[in-house]
């Protein structure tokens, strides 16, 4: 599976009162991750003709060491598992500087149909849309 690692640097803004990542923000960095992913990967032209738009429907953040001011990290993204309705997205959050892993996440989403409103099974186009990045 295709891997994506965006770079972000820790800014002031990102810090709460104890003086380390906001526990919130990961959520931001995560979600500014994939959409990367999809940007490097996934045609966009796609799921508008389509009519399939991304839900996350469920996400689970392990945290393994604080992050602070000024820290430089890198966050890889992948699908690791596609199954009949939902998608697991794994992403990994390391210091930039010793590849220290600092923390992880798994990002549950399905597909939903724009128009009923409702997620879609994934069938084989839809699988290898999430594979490829094409149909």
């Known amino acids: ?20 990542v906001n526990n919130a923000r990961y959520l931001e960095f995560f979600e500014q991750a994939r959409w990367q ?13 389509k009519n399939w738009q991304f839900t996350v429907i469920e996400i689970n953040i392990k945290y393994k060491k ?3 001011f000024n820290s430089d990290i890198v966050i890889e993204t992948k ?37 009923s409103g409702k997620p879609i099974r994934i069938t084989d186009d839809l699988k290898r849309y999430l594979e490829k990045g094409e149909i």
């Open 66 to 68: 604080p992050l602070f």
């Open 79 to 115: 699908i690791e598992e596609i199954k009949y309705v939902k998608t697991l997205m794994s992403q990994k959050i390391y210091l930039k500087e010793n590849k220290e892993l600092a923390t992880i996440g798994k990002v549950s989403f399905v597909i939903v149909d724009t128009v």
């Open 1 to 20: 599976m295709r891997v994506t690692h965006t770079n972000i640097n820790v800014q002031g803004f990102h810090i709460d009162r104890y003086g380390h």
């Open 37 to 49: 992913f999809i940007e490097e990967y996934l045609n966009p032209a796609i799921p508008e003709k």
